[in-house]
């Protein structure tokens, strides 16, 4: 299984970007795909979760109104759309899947919950 994140870069604040966690060879159709991030001497933490079990989204308080998670309909892509963006949400960017289809963000255990991740990619918000 490997996943793959691309769309990160540097925008000016209160612009937007777009990320896509490519997901290549989980055959399953129910799992989640959870976007963490982690700045420079901080911790990883939860930003959004989407479960294609039933469609349904998680947000960290942070982000909820200005993010959004979504997925194509043959669930090989999952898209963060970041919207209205701040210098505090400069981080790399981390997508990862939970092979039973829950969604984990907010939790103390969410970055333990996943089974696999992708490499990230850098998000930088500046003027």
């Known amino acids: 299984v490997q996943l793959v994140e691309s769309g990160g870069g540097l925008v000016q604040p209160g612009g937007s970007l777009r990320l896509s966690c490519n997901i290549y060879?989980?055959?399953?159709?129910?799992?989640?795909v959870g976007w963490f991030r982690q700045a420079p001497g901080k911790d990883r933490e939860g930003v959004a979760c989407f479960s294609t079990v039933d469609g349904s989204t998680s947000y960290a308080d942070a982000v909820k109104g200005r993010f959004a998670v979504s997925s194509d309909n043959a669930k090989t892509t999952v898209d963060l759309q970041m919207n209205v963006l701040r210098p505090e949400d400069t981080a790399v960017y981390y997508c990862a899947l939970e092979a039973s289809g829950l969604c984990w963000v907010n939790q103390s255990v969410a970055v333990y919950e996943y089974d696999y991740w992708g490499q990230g990619t850098q998000v930088t918000v500046s003027s």
């Open positions: 060879g989980f055959t399953f159709d129910n799992f989640a």
